[in-house]
């Protein structure tokens, strides 16, 4: 048990920290915006999605690399790489003078992330609902693509709802994984949460009208 917590806490202070880099990541991406996002045509530009396509690599890469402490430098690019592809979302909420908004996401991603970890760490085990959450996962991700090309604003708002309590599900059970000995590498664990922790954010972004029009 005593082992368990200690991974709990080596993962809760490194979760911090690729947050507090991605953090970094996005007003590098910010005060650097001409180079994510060209401003005369508002749209987003091949830095930017060569950025989205590495983060699937560097994905990838930090499950499968053998050396975990390569893994763990890896998942602190990932957090600095995610959060330059944020860069472009901020810049419109502080356009629009909305800088507040991005505040009260990331506080209430925070609460979010908080509240449901005490209910991983207080509830009996729900890993078993892990299955159906992949599954409505996957679904989402096809209704975001068709999206992309239907561009109807009610379904957007649909997605997002479901992906805040889809990825607040998520930290239950991958706490709750850390918790029963399920997952016991530090850098898989950090990812796992720290991607419920982006796509909360993300999806409390795009509620408030944050989302980037790269037609």
Do not use: C
Not at 19 to 41: E, H, K, P, Q, W
Not at 70 to 81: N, P, S
Not at 120 to 132: G, I, L, V, W, Y
Not at 152 to 169: E, K, M, R
């Amino acid at each position: 048990m005593n082992n368990v917590n200690e991974l709990l806490v080596r993962v809760y202070r490194l979760l911090a920290f690729v947050i507090l880099v991605a953090a970094v990541g996005a007003f590098t991406a910010f005060y650097n915006i001409d180079v994510f996002y060209d401003l005369s045509d508002k749209s987003l530009t091949w830095v930017y999605w060569v950025s989205v396509i590495s983060l699937f690599v560097l994905i990838f890469v930090i499950h499968y690399v053998k050396d975990r402490v390569k893994a763990k430098y890896l998942l602190i690019l990932f957090g600095f790489v995610t959060g330059l592809t944020f860069g472009p979302t901020i810049y419109n909420f502080a356009e629009a003078a909305a800088m507040f908004i991005v505040l009260e996401s990331f506080l209430t991603t925070f609460i979010i992330f908080g509240l449901f970890s005490l209910v991983a760490m207080r509830s009996k085990d729900m890993t078993h609902f892990q299955t159906p959450l992949m599954i409505v996962l996957i679904m989402i991700i096809i209704l975001s693509v068709v999206n992309v090309f239907l561009g109807v604003p009610w379904v957007s708002t649909l997605i997002s709802i479901v992906a805040i309590i889809l990825f607040s599900g998520f930290i239950v059970i991958d706490t709750q994984q850390i918790l029963n000995g399920t997952v016991t590498d530090e850098v898989d664990a950090v990812l796992e949460l720290f991607l419920d922790f982006i796509n909360i954010f993300s999806s409390l972004l795009n509620l408030s009208g944050g989302g980037i029009d790269d037609d």
